[in-house]
């Protein structure tokens, strides 16, 4: 299996609180990944990163930035939580932009 | 723009009965393939994949695919499955998009392997 570690692995927080999760990677990958799956929805893409200080915006990104100093940590950011924003989360990580992704075992985040 | 469809929710089979997942996708430009398999509480983790080559791919767990360019198709299949399959299944469709590789899933087909 991929050297992923999504942490925490649960967090169940207030509306309007920060939140950071976070991704940290032992395969030296260059592109890192952050998604949201819900119910009906499938997987869907908040935001990437193409390498270290480089990240760019995917199709669910209102209301997260990420941050990625290191090639190894790939940190995701609820800047003021919403019940909307419940979901689990996924990290996912990919040797080059052409081979397949592969996924830590997510973060169930609830906002009450 | 792409997209995946992934036609059936749900499918209930008998243990050791063949099973075909369905796949059908859309893209104006060329795409790799992939499936992927979910187990409770679990990320997701890669089955097969299809980048190039023979359009019948072979993964782990048993299970192998078949890209179809001209039904824009990608069905999964297995011949006898097992309990331990029981899980839901992804179906991905990936395409250049300047500065990555945009992958877009279905929204997952449920197996239930029934003893």
């Known amino acids: 299996d991929a050297g992923i570690t999504q942490s925490p692995r649960h967090k169940v927080t207030e509306t309007g609180t920060p939140v950071t999760l976070r991704c940290h990677q032992t395969?030296?990958?260059?592109?890192m990944y952050w998604y949201r799956q819900d119910p009906g929805h499938g997987l869907r893409l908040i935001h990437y990163?193409?390498?270290?200080?480089?990240?760019d915006k995917g199709e669910v990104s209102d209301g997260y930035s990420v941050s990625r100093s290191k090639t190894e940590d790939f940190l995701l950011t609820l800047e003021s939580a919403t019940s909307s924003q419940t979901s689990v989360y996924f990290c996912?990580?990919?040797?080059?932009?052409?081979?397949?992704?592969?996924f830590g075992d997510g973060t169930r985040l609830s906002i009450l | 723009a792409q997209s995946v469809t992934q036609l059936d929710s749900q499918v209930p089979v008998f243990e050791e009965a063949p099973v075909e997942l369905r796949c059908n996708y859309s893209?104006?430009?060329?795409?790799?393939l992939f499936w992927y398999v979910q187990y409770p509480n679990q990320g997701l983790q890669l089955l097969l994949k299809y980048l190039s080559g023979s359009t019948l791919v072979k993964g782990i767990n048993g299970f192998e695919a078949e890209f179809n360019k001209s039904q824009t198709s990608f069905h999964l299949r297995k011949p006898s499955v097992h309990i331990s399959d029981t899980a839901e299944y992804f179906c991905?469709?990936?395409?250049?998009?300047?500065?990555?590789?945009?992958?877009?899933f279905g929204t997952g087909t449920k197996l239930q392997v029934i003893p």
């Open positions: 395969e030296n990958h260059r592109y």
């Open positions: 996912a990580i990919s040797e080059s932009k052409d081979q397949p992704q592969h």
């Open positions: 990163s193409y390498g270290v200080k480089d990240t």
């Open positions: 991905a469709v990936s395409a250049d998009s300047g500065g990555y590789q945009k992958v877009t």
């Open positions: 893209s104006s430009v060329s795409v790799y």
